[in-house]
């Protein structure tokens, strides 16, 4: 059986939760994600926290189709961040059967941020869900380094770091830098691509990030790379933002096409290794 693949909610910020379902659903993906908590004060909203009719939907499309929640997200640590608010999202997570949530880290003081994150990893692990670190360019958690530091510094089991090829090239992180470091630390994966070029201002970094990546295959990352470096059995969760594309495909086709493309990408990586294998092997006859 292959490793699990899901569709990250930021790749149809114009779908409900229980529309992505229904469109992973119908375009053979494994798993989704869900934004309980958006990411910015201009997405969508939906009554997505606690028993409410739209969560009770959601566990009902769930159960029909077999599709399962990869993770939830978006939880942002930030200075004025009250804990105990985020109870409710990783209570509805966990209904939903959801074991990873991403995190963004956003404090600049260490040790601050130390203690919340070590505190949001308390609060998970009483829901069996674990902390995923998603470092990017433009807040204090903006690389691999950093978030190894704090998961360090906070010493929590369920700790880790989740890797999206877009924010991991663009704040400058090498493939190179993972090898070392503990499998338990990278449970899911995010998975995308970009153009090679960096984009020099961050209004213009911000915007592809959020707006405007490629199709896995499509662009000039090192996909193949960092699939690799990274735990061969952990899900992939796309999370490929289009927003012209999105303006001529339905979401259907695009997430059946980024499926499509995602396959492929990990066909060759298996013909890659089988190749390798083959040369380096000795046979006697």
Avoid at 149 to 160: K, P, S
Avoid at 189 to 205: F, G, I, N, S, V
Avoid at 244 to 264: I, N
């Amino acid at each position: 059986m292959g490793r699990l693949i899901g569709l990250a909610p930021l790749s149809h910020l114009e779908l409900s939760p229980v529309a992505m379902i229904e469109c992973a659903a119908l375009t053979g993906f494994d798993c989704v994600g869900l934004r309980l908590i958006p990411a910015t004060p201009d997405e969508p909203r939906h009554d997505s926290v606690g028993n409410t009719p739209l969560i009770r939907e959601v566990a009902r499309r769930l159960r029909d189709t077999g599709v399962k929640v990869s993770d939830i997200e978006l939880f942002r640590l930030q200075s004025t961040t009250q804990l105990d608010g985020f109870r409710a999202a990783l209570e509805t997570g966990a209904l939903l059967g959801a074991r990873n949530a991403v995190v963004s880290g956003q404090v600049e003081d260490f040790s601050q941020m130390t203690d919340l994150f070590a505190g949001f990893c308390e609060l998970a692990g009483e829901f069996d869900i674990s902390a995923n670190l998603e470092p990017t360019p433009w807040v204090a958690i903006d690389n691999l380094g950093a978030a190894v530091r704090l998961i360090e510094a906070a010493g929590c089991a369920n700790a880790g770091i989740l890797v999206d090829p877009i924010h991991f090239d663009r704040a400058g992180d090498r493939v190179d830098a993972l090898a070392g470091l503990p499998a338990q630390y990278f449970r899911l994966m995010q998975l995308c691509d970009a153009p090679a070029e960096r984009p020099d201002k961050l209004d213009t970094l911000l915007y592809q990030a959020r707006n405007e990546r490629l199709m896995p295959g499509d662009g000039g990352l090192d996909l193949c790379g960092l699939l690799r470096a990274m735990p061969s059995h952990i899900p992939l969760s796309l999370e490929v933002p289009m927003r012209r594309l999105a303006s001529e495909l339905p979401a259907v086709e695009r997430a059946r096409r980024m499926l499509e493309k995602t396959r492929v990408l990990l066909a060759s990586l298996e013909t890659d290794a089988f190749a390798e294998l083959a040369e380096t092997s000795t046979f006697y006859h």
